[in-house]
């Protein structure tokens, strides 16, 4: 061991003997520096214990926030400025405004941040403030201070509180001029992403939309992209361009079924909901798929005709188990099948009387709907029953005939029928 060595635990040894509160404290501060907030809590604690003088609870604070611990901070920092009064010490008034905060005695952390601010302006104390003004609908104050915030950091929470405000004092256009400014520097996170399509769309600025969103995709074609542009096409109904972007990448085959069906596109939605059948077993889209390709035919074959009530016929009893099984009532979206099955048999005049049971069938789920009345008169008239057909197209009101060209061809039809 060489003399130096020596030396220096001599040194350490005699200093430790003379004064070992000193060490301790420059342990302690070593340890702060260093990062090791344990071991610093742990010397500062039994400085403490030994003398009970605050100023050692002031560093626990210190230590215990650095820590986590926010609950043991606060007990500490409350425990100082109580003895000290001194309430313009920066790093436990801190401590004190955070745990008012999370206990929600958000104006008396107001007011000990204002004090804050006061002795030392930061981005961040701004930041708090901020929020915490418009928490308590303080807009104007909250509003000031979160913009300070937002032109130094560029942050994106901070912007989005910045258009809360905007549009709670009905500043629509200026939240929409921020908004596009943001998003033509910076990209957005998905939940930015999706809250501007709807921003933008609810306040119809969807050519705003259009070129951030279409700019994006161009750049970078990923699938979260896609999906922002997909949805503004949408709102713009530009139903082909959004056929395109959905063909290209591997949404749920719904949308590509949705897209076909709002353009009467009814062959490819045939086609479509028939694959959503075949990889989900889910009957229903057995039965849209049936109905589809009937929409989408301006003739019908015998054969085509045959297969439609096949598969209707299918997905209808298949529904019906799964109910029994799941112990549910049939919903609206049965009626539907069973009115237009129960339709198709009674116009192509295929077995009239089955399709006024599935009418009939239809109307216990949904009683009001003036297309299966219809639906259930027009096959009374097709059985030559005229007076139990007209008697219950009567329940249909008379403006709801003139609107509908369908109904009125029946109209006159039953009227006529003797």
């Known amino acids: 061991?060489?003399?130096?060595?020596?030396s220096f635990f001599v040194f350490l040894f005699l200093l430790y003997a003379k004064d070992n509160r000193d060490l301790q404290i420059a342990l302690a501060?070593?340890?702060?520096?260093?990062?090791?907030?344990?071991?610093?809590?742990?010397?500062?604690?039994?400085?403490y214990d030994q003398s009970k003088e605050v100023v050692y609870a002031r560093q626990m604070a210190i230590a215990y926030a650095a820590m986590g611990d926010l609950s043991s901070a606060l007990q500490y920092a409350l425990l100082y400025q109580n003895a000290t009064k001194d309430t313009k010490d920066l790093p436990t008034s801190k401590i004190i405004a955070d745990g008012y905060i999370r206990r929600g005695?958000?104006?008396?952390?107001?007011?000990?941040?204002?004090?804050?601010?006061?002795?030392?302006?930061?981005?961040?104390?701004?930041?708090?403030?901020?929020?915490?003004?418009?928490?308590?609908?303080?807009?104007?104050?909250?509003?000031?201070?979160?913009?300070?915030?937002?032109?130094?950091?560029?942050?994106?929470?901070a912007l989005k509180k910045i258009l809360a405000i905007y549009f709670s004092q009905n500043k629509n256009d200026k939240a929409i001029i921020q908004l596009k400014e943001y998003l033509n520097k910076k990209k957005c996170s998905q939940d930015l992403c999706?809250?501007?399509?709807?921003?933008?769309?609810?306040?119809?600025?969807?050519?705003?939309?259009?070129?951030?969103?279409?700019r994006y995709y161009k750049e970078s074609p990923t699938l979260q992209n896609a999906k922002y542009y997909l949805q503004v096409l949408l709102n713009q109904k530009q139903f082909n361009e959004a056929e395109k972007i959905a063909k290209a990448f591997p949404f749920d085959r719904r949308l590509l079924l949705d897209l076909y069906v709002v353009q009467n596109k009814f062959k490819e939605a045939s086609f479509q909901a028939k694959k959503i059948y075949e990889e989900k077993k889910e009957a229903k889209f057995l039965a849209w798929s049936a109905i589809y390709a009937y929409q989408g035919e301006q003739s019908i074959s015998a054969d085509e005709l045959r297969e439609i009530i096949a598969n209707l016929t299918q997905a209808i009893d298949n529904r019906a188990k799964q109910r029994k099984v799941d112990s549910e009532n049939p919903n609206s979206e049965d009626a539907f099948f069973y009115n237009f099955l129960g339709y198709v048999l009674i116009e192509h005049d295929i077995d009239i009387k089955r399709g006024i049971d599935l009418i009939k069938q239809a109307l216990k789920i949904s009683p009001n709907s003036l297309a299966y009345i219809d639906s259930l008169a027009w096959g009374y008239y097709k059985l030559g029953d005229c007076s139990q057909a007209q008697n219950i197209f009567s329940n249909i009101p008379k403006d709801q005939i003139k609107e509908d060209a369908e109904l009125r061809s029946h109209f006159e039809a039953i009227r006529q029928c003797h």
Not at 1 to 6: L, W
Not at 128 to 156: P, V
């Open 1 to 6: 061991m060489t003399k130096k060595i020596i």
């Open 29 to 47: 501060g070593d340890a702060l520096v260093r990062g090791d907030f344990s071991l610093a809590k742990d010397i500062y604690l039994k400085l």
């Open 105 to 157: 005695e958000i104006q008396k952390a107001i007011v000990l941040l204002e004090g804050i601010r006061k002795e030392e302006s930061s981005p961040a104390i701004d930041h708090i403030l901020g929020t915490l003004y418009l928490n308590q609908k303080q807009f104007d104050k909250a509003l000031a201070l979160l913009n300070a915030y937002y032109e130094y950091s560029q942050d994106e929470e």
């Open 194 to 214: 999706e809250k501007a399509v709807d921003i933008f769309n609810q306040f119809g600025r969807n050519d705003i939309a259009h070129s951030i969103f279409a």
